[in-house]
């Protein structure tokens, strides 16, 4: 599946998942990944089909069992962890 748009999401849409995108952006960018589009919001205010694939915290592993295509991080700040899994997904 091509990744051509990664939402981040958090609880309430602001703070974390900012800094996630944030960092996802960064990532990609030091992976020399461009043309994906990486999108913020509360994990409430979006759908399965918004994105084709999501980031977000393990503390919200449970309320995003409809997300199939997602990166849970068990911590949100480890930009190690998030490349690992980056790379796992974007091949």
């Known amino acids: 599946m091509k990744i051509n748009k990664i939402m981040c999401c958090c609880g309430c849409g602001l703070g974390s998942s900012l800094i996630v995108a ?6 990609l960018n030091k992976m020399g990944v461009s043309g994906i589009e990486v999108l913020h919001t509360s994990l409430s205010d979006t759908t399965p089909d918004s994105a084709d694939l999501f980031v977000i915290g393990r503390d919200l592993e449970s309320q995003s ?16 962890e998030l490349e690992s899994k980056l790379r796992e997904k974007l091949g």
């Open 22 to 27: 944030m960092n996802v952006e960064s990532v």
């Open 65 to 80: 069992s409809d997300f199939e295509n997602k990166i849970l991080l068990n911590n949100i700040m480890d930009m190690e």
